[in-house]
C-alpha cells in the first residue's frame, strides 16, 4: 500500500525518530583513529540494548553489518571494516536503517572527521541544501518528478558536482524498501501525483566529479569511479494535508519537522 493509515504512520514515526537517535548518539565517537567497526559495533549496541529495536541493515540480503558507514570516495553501502580506521579530514556518511515494531525508518548524514577542507565542507552542503531544497517542494497534488528536477536543477548550477543514477530513494514502512523509486535527477518518470499519506525516502548521492560509480570485489561498496569524494543525507518523509513531515530530523538540524 503506497499511502499509510494513521496507526502505520504512527509507527512509522517511532522507527524514524529511533533512527535519527542512532545518528545524534554517535556523533561524539567520530574522531581520527576509531574504525569503522567499532563505530558499527555501538550502533549496533546502541539500537539492541537502549532502543530495543533492530538494525534492519543486518543480513539485509546478506549486508554482513548494522549499518553501512561510506568514507570519502565510497558512495553507499560501505562495509564497516576494523582496519579501516578514520582520519582527520574523512568526510564520512553513517546511514542507519531501524525495524521496530514491524516497521523502518531510514535515514543517513555525513560526519566530518576532525576539520577538513572548505572543497570537502562545500560537498556536504550541497549534498544537504538538494535534499532540503527537495522536502520544501513535497506536498500533495504535484508530481514526484519534482524531487529529481529540483535536485538536479541545484546541483547543475553548481557546475563542478555531479548527481549518482544507480541509486535511489524509496517507499517505506513494513518493508525497508518498497515502491516508488525515487529519482534524484531529471525524469519524465516518477510522474506519480503526490497523496496525503505517502511515505518514501530522499536520499541525494552527490560526487565532486563525475557520476558513474563501481561496485568493490566484497559486492557491495559502491565508489565513485574517478576516485573524487561523494556525500549523501537521507531522510524519510510523510506527505501531509499541505506540505510534508521529515520524520528523521534530529536535533542538530536547521529545518523545521513540519512544512507548510
Ligand atoms: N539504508 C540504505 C538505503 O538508504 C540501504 C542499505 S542496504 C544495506 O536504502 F544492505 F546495505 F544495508
Ligand atoms: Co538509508
Ligand atoms: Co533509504
Known sequence: ????????????RIACSLASKVLENIKK???????TENLDKICNIYII???????ACLGYNGFPKSVCISVNDVVCHGIPKNNQKLKTGDIVNIDVTILKNGFFGDTSKMFIVGKTNNSNKLLCNIAKKSLYLSIYKIKPGIKLNIIGNTIEKFIKSKKIYSIVKDYCGHGIGKKFHELPQILHFKTKKNNLILKKGMIFTIEPMINLGKKEVIISKDGWTV?????SLSAQYEHTILVTLNGC????LRKDENIPKIIT
Not at 223 to 227: E, G, I, L, S
Open 1 to 12: 500500500m503506497i499511502i499509510k493509515n494513521f496507526k502505520e504512520i504512527k509507527k512509522i
Open 49 to 55: 540494548k537502549k532502543l530495543n529495536s533492530i538494525p
Open 245 to 248: 513531515e521529515i520524520m528523521t
Open 223 to 227: 565508489k565513485t569511479k574517478d576516485k
Open 29 to 35: 565517537y567520530i574522531k581520527p583513529g576509531i574504525t
